[in-house]
């Protein structure tokens, strides 16, 4: 199955990230398969204090669908969202 998977990857990715660089959204996008709501969060919030372009997509991931209600997750979304106009 996919998380099996998942969890492989997840493993594989944590080994090489001393050697290379490795996307925190994309550990997110692990965790969140996993079923590790929390440390999706917080892979995300790394990926936004690091600046990852990629998290202009948030939004509409639908990967992340479950965390839509999620308090942390929309205050995360809200500094994502560019100022309104007029603001």
Avoid: K
């Avoid at 990926?47 to 669908?65: C, I, K, N, T």
């Amino acid at each position: 199955g996919v998380r099996p998977l998942c969890g492989w990857r997840l493993d594989r990715l944590r080994s090489v990230r001393g050697e290379r660089r490795v996307s925190s959204y994309t550990l997110a996008m692990h965790h969140i398969v996993l079923g590790e709501d929390d440390e999706a969060l917080a892979r995300l919030e790394q990926a936004y204090e690091s600046r990852e372009s990629v998290m202009v997509l948030l939004s509409g991931d639908p990967l992340f669908h479950r965390l839509r209600t999620n308090p942390r997750f929309l205050r995360l979304l809200d500094r994502i969202r560019p100022p309104a106009a007029g603001s």
